[in-house]
């Protein structure tokens, strides 16, 4: 079993930033995909990006591309969501996901372990 805490959220007014941390616990998450997904109020979770266990691989949904980055410390089991140029509409719970895939899906059905979210929230 893997356990997944995210940490980071918070608020910040537009055109700020935050850094998420997702810490794994139970389970060496090295060799494991993870992934960052949110979900607003009153709307389907959304994928928000992945990184493969070597951090070889990266890939970000269109509406955060360009604006946040995500890296992992495969020594310490953690995973990071640096989020720049924050816009209102980032506003959501974040949540810090993990599939033994060798792939990087972007769907949520690919991942096997959650975390409980954090939220983030950005105001005008």
């Known amino acids: 079993q893997v356990q997944l805490v995210e940490s980071g959220g918070g608020l910040v007014q537009a055109g700020g930033s935050l850094r998420l941390s997702c810490a794994a616990s139970?389970?060496?998450?090295?060799?494991?995909?993870m992934g960052w997904f949110r979900q607003a109020p009153g709307k389907e979770r959304e994928f928000v990006s992945t990184?493969?266990?070597?951090?070889?691989?990266?890939y970000y949904g269109d509406s955060v591309k360009g604006r946040f980055t995500i890296s992992r410390d495969n020594a310490k089991n953690t995973v990071f969501l640096q989020m720049n140029s924050l816009k209102p509409e980032d506003t959501a719970v974040y949540y810090c996901?993990?599939?033994?895939?060798?792939?990087?899906?972007?769907?949520?059905?690919?991942?096997?372990?959650w975390g409980q979210g954090t939220q983030v929230t950005v105001s005008s």
């Open positions: 990184i493969n266990w070597s951090a070889g691989r990266t």
């Open positions: 996901a993990a599939s033994d895939t060798i792939t990087i899906p972007t769907t949520d059905s690919a991942y096997h372990y």
């Open positions: 139970g389970r060496t998450v090295r060799r494991y995909t």
